[in-house]
């Protein structure tokens, strides 16, 4: 596969999560990054933990909603960076601050706008902010984060699966779009990870058991970047494998006739 080294990337939502071990693993591979994310706090506590890499990284904030934002980091990035040759987007929320899991005939309008805003609007601003310059060099690559919940609806989380199924339609779309501009958009969709997004459930703050680390996801993010330029891949689920071990047979089975032991599951 053909290195990352001196690959300009801009990692949104890169001060924690994904992002943050995205930005880790891009470094460690010798690409130049910028991380963009909400509070500059944020930012610069994600840049002094990086800083071991003695890399490129910068950072900056950007409020993915407000499209003279993005276009504001897509323009530092070219400054820091020199060039943009890949846009990583993994900003999202689950629900506003202050939230708490609803069923969806009690939630507010301002949750709904909160949470569509961020994760679909957002993901639409971010897209087009990088494809003004990728268009016009006909290069670049995208890869953006939706969630199995895109793929099916999780109760309480109605607005979070509608605004992540937005996502992975338009993300096929723009996919179809620049592909003759020579421009690779791909796009990865996380079952359970530990990252701070479960924070934003209020009363259940910790990621589920057996919930994969970030460091998963940010890995097969850097495969789709290091694909050759013939190569995409559509649409990837990525899932904590889980495993049950119940009652084994208490007699040798000959595993080439035999069904699975009962009590085992995999998912």
């Known amino acids: 596969m053909p290195p990352l080294k001196d690959m300009a990337v801009i990692v949104t939502g890169g001060a924690?999560?994904?992002?943050?071990?995205?930005a880790d693993l891009?470094?460690?591979?010798?690409?130049?990054?910028?991380?963009?994310?909400?509070?500059?706090?944020?930012?610069?506590?994600?840049?002094?933990?990086?800083?071991h890499h003695n890399a490129t990284l910068h950072g900056v904030a950007c409020d993915v909603r407000?499209?003279?934002?993005?276009?504001?980091?897509?323009?530092?990035?070219?400054?820091?960076?020199?060039?943009?040759?890949?846009?990583?987007?993994?900003?999202?929320?689950?629900?506003?601050?202050?939230?708490?899991?609803?069923?969806?005939h009690e939630l507010e309008e301002s949750e709904y706008n909160a949470v569509i805003d961020t994760n679909l609007k957002g993901t639409f601003q971010?897209?087009?902010?990088?494809?003004?310059?990728?268009?016009?060099?006909?290069?670049?690559?995208?890869?953006?984060?939706?969630?199995?919940?895109?793929?099916?609806?999780?109760?309480?989380?109605?607005?979070?699966?509608?605004?992540k199924a937005g996502v992975i339609a338009l993300s096929e779309?723009?996919?179809?779009?620049?592909?003759?501009?020579?421009?690779?958009?791909?796009?990865?969709?996380?079952?359970a990870v530990d990252t701070p997004l479960w924070q934003q459930n209020s009363v259940i703050t910790k990621s589920p058991p057996g919930a994969l680390p970030p460091e998963r996801v940010a890995e097969l993010i850097l495969f789709c970047l290091s694909l050759p330029a013939d190569t995409v891949c559509e649409n990837l689920v990525i899932a904590p494998f889980r495993s049950r071990i119940g009652k084994r047979p208490s007699t040798p089975v000959d595993s080439k006739a035999a069904p699975a032991p009962q009590g085992v599951d995999h998912a």
């Open 16 to 22: 924690s999560g994904i992002g943050l071990a995205c």
């Open 26 to 51: 891009l470094l460690a591979q010798g690409a130049k990054v910028l991380i963009a994310d909400l509070r500059p706090e944020s930012i610069d506590a994600a840049v002094s933990k990086l800083a």
């Open 66 to 104: 407000l499209a003279d934002d993005c276009d504001r980091m897509i323009d530092t990035a070219q400054q820091k960076l020199g060039r943009l040759d890949a846009l990583v987007h993994c900003a999202g929320i689950l629900r506003p601050p202050g939230s708490r899991p609803l069923p969806m």
């Open 126 to 163: 971010v897209n087009r902010a990088a494809l003004r310059s990728m268009v016009q060099k006909r290069a670049g690559q995208i890869v953006n984060v939706s969630s199995t919940s895109g793929k099916k609806g999780r109760p309480l989380d109605s607005v979070y699966s509608a605004s």
């Open 173 to 191: 779309s723009i996919a179809e779009e620049v592909r003759p501009f020579g421009i690779r958009v791909q796009l990865i969709i996380p079952d």
